[in-house]
């Protein structure tokens, strides 16, 4: 399930709505991206939130491509970005992972955070569960 406040960035902004299918696609034609991972607004109503700041944050970083992921496929590519929380925000240098920001936020800490975050190196996105160690 969405909400009208997704859809409109998907219908106004014209943000893609990514899936396995055309998601890498989307990565190696922009150099810094931003995913915007919803889950079920009714579960977090902070997706709503994010979905109005998301349009501000693209006119505040121009470099930022947003891209929306679609709802079926946000479970499976959740694991490849390592987060534990909805909603979040996963920013990209083409395919390479920079970083997260999930939940929402004081306005003035996306401003310091996402220029430290798309300044940084890709690393490893961090891995999402517990870790298996035999004896």
């Known amino acids: ?8 960035l998907i219908s106004d902004h014209q943000y893609p709505q990514l899936s396995t299918v055309n998601l ?3 990565l190696q034609t922009h150099e810094y991206s931003v995913l915007f991972f919803s889950e079920d607004p009714k579960r977090f109503p902070e997706s709503n939130d994010v979905a ?3 349009p501000e944050l693209i006119k505040a970083f121009p470099q930022l ?3 929306v992921i ?3 496929d946000e479970k499976k590519l959740q694991s490849q970005f390592g987060f534990m929380s909805w909603p979040a925000l996963v920013f990209m240098h083409k395919e390479q992972y920079l970083g997260t920001l999930t939940g929402i936020k004081d306005w003035s800490d996306y401003l310091t955070d996402i220029p430290r975050i798309l300044a940084s190196e890709p690393t490893r ?3 999402v569960g ?3 160690v035999s004896n």
Request: no cysteine.
């Open 130 to 132: 517990i870790p298996v």
């Open 1 to 8: 399930m969405t909400s009208p406040l997704i859809e409109r």
């Open 52 to 54: 109005v700041v998301l």
């Open 65 to 67: 491509q947003a891209g």
């Open 24 to 26: 890498q696609d989307f």
């Open 70 to 72: 679609d709802r079926q």
């Open 125 to 127: 996105p961090p891995s």
